[in-house]
């Protein structure tokens, strides 16, 4: 069964930090680039930052750069992303997604073929 789960999601206070996982199961994430994205209430999905398969290509959303950094443990076949220096605005559902494509991560996502649930993080005091 495939499976691409997400944790580490949970309320933090603004400022705070927060390390999400997203683990693979039933396929290799060594073939694919991965993105995170994420809903806020009421908001359409966003692109996050994405990370390539095996070129080392890096994508951040400009309100992201310098607070938040995307890694890969293809021997663990999981993605984390490390969130630093929450905001408020950071809140929403967490997703993370494997796709063929770093172009396609960076486009927003569609055409990515595998898909988690999501976690949710909330920053507020």
């Known amino acids: 069964q495939l499976q691409f789960v997400e944790s580490g999601g949970g309320l933090v206070q603004p400022g705070g930090s927060l390390r999400l996982s997203c683990a693979a199961s039933?396929?290799?994430?060594?073939?694919?680039?991965i993105g995170w994205f994420r809903q806020a209430p009421g908001k359409e999905r966003e692109g996050i930052s994405c990370?390539?398969?095996?070129?080392?290509?890096?994508y951040y959303a400009d309100s992201m750069k310098g607070r938040f950094t995307i890694s890969r443990d293809n021997a663990k076949n999981t993605v984390y992303l490390q969130m630093n220096s929450l905001k408020p605005e950071d809140t929403g559902v967490y997703y993370c997604?494997?796709?063929?494509?770093?172009?396609?991560?960076?486009?927003?996502?569609?055409?990515?073929?595998?898909w988690g649930k999501g976690t949710l993080v909330t920053v507020s005091s």
């Open positions: 990370i390539g398969n095996s070129d080392g290509n890096l």
């Open positions: 997604a494997a796709g063929p494509s770093f172009r396609r991560c960076v486009r927003g996502g569609s055409g990515m073929d595998y």
């Open positions: 039933g396929f290799t994430l060594d073939y694919y680039a």
